[in-house]
T-cell receptor, first 110, second 118 residues
């Protein structure tokens, strides 16, 4: 059974702080995606990383794929209240199976 | 049109009822998915349809019956559900089931159907 563990599960921080969310597995992914989900909505894709060691930036968000393609991180610089949400990593095994991580709920206070 | 539309948004049903959830996309996507999401948990894969054929069933109980009548539609038929089946049911689609893991491929999710089983 493929398992993707995210840490931390919950994070409450003040506006302006930096934070990092981790996504770990004992399995090697063919690729990894990060999604953000708002209450009552479906997840929305933020980024896909494919190559070991790959780093992608999306404004204040930096995504990194581990060299061995077993782990990933999401770093947010100077968090804003608008960053509040449920962040999910999702690992791909094979061609058509995407399994979600355990999730991280982020709350950014003004 | 880059939307995945799910109906109904909310559904309350008894354990003896039969109901169906519907999902529609007009993006020409050939892979469609059903996920189940319990409160404060990540989505769990239930079924994958690839070119209108069921390609993955994640050991889902037979009281959930998926159907893909054509490349734009995906249904989930519900019968004799249990209260523990109450959850948000999410439909998703992607362009090509063979490349869902590729760099530019992604899943487009609908807003889900919030199901309550009484």
């Amino acid at each position: 059974t493929q398992l993707l563990e995210q840490s931390p599960q919950f994070l409450s921080i003040q506006e302006g702080e930096n934070l990092t969310v981790y996504c770990n597995s004992s399995s090697v992914f063919s690729s990894l995606q990060w999604y953000r989900q708002e209450p009552g909505e479906g997840p929305v894709l933020l980024v896909t990383v494919v190559t070991g060691g790959e780093v992608k930036k999306l404004k204040r968000l930096t995504f990194q794929f581990g060299d061995a393609r077993k782990d990933s991180s999401l770093h947010i610089t100077a968090a804003q209240p608008g960053d509040t949400g449920h962040y999910l990593c999702a690992g791909a095994w094979g061609t058509d199976k995407l399994i979600f991580g355990t999730g991280t709920r982020l709350q950014v206070f003004p | 049109d880059t939307e995945v539309t799910q109906t109904p948004k909310h559904l309350v049903m008894g354990m003896t009822n039969k109901k169906s959830l519907k999902c529609e996309q007009h993006m020409g996507h050939r892979a469609m998915y059903w996920y189940k999401q319990k409160a404060k948990k990540p989505p769990e894969l239930m079924f994958v349809y690839s070119y209108e054929k069921l390609s993955i069933n994640e050991s889902v109980p037979s009281r959930f019956s998926p159907e893909c009548p054509n490349s734009s539609l995906l249904n989930l038929h519900l019968h004799a559900l249990q209260p523990e089946d109450s959850a948000l049911y999410l439909c998703a689609s992607s362009q090509d089931p063979r490349t869902v893991t590729a760099t530019n491929e992604k899943l487009f999710f609908g807003s889900g159907t919030q199901l309550s089983v009484l």
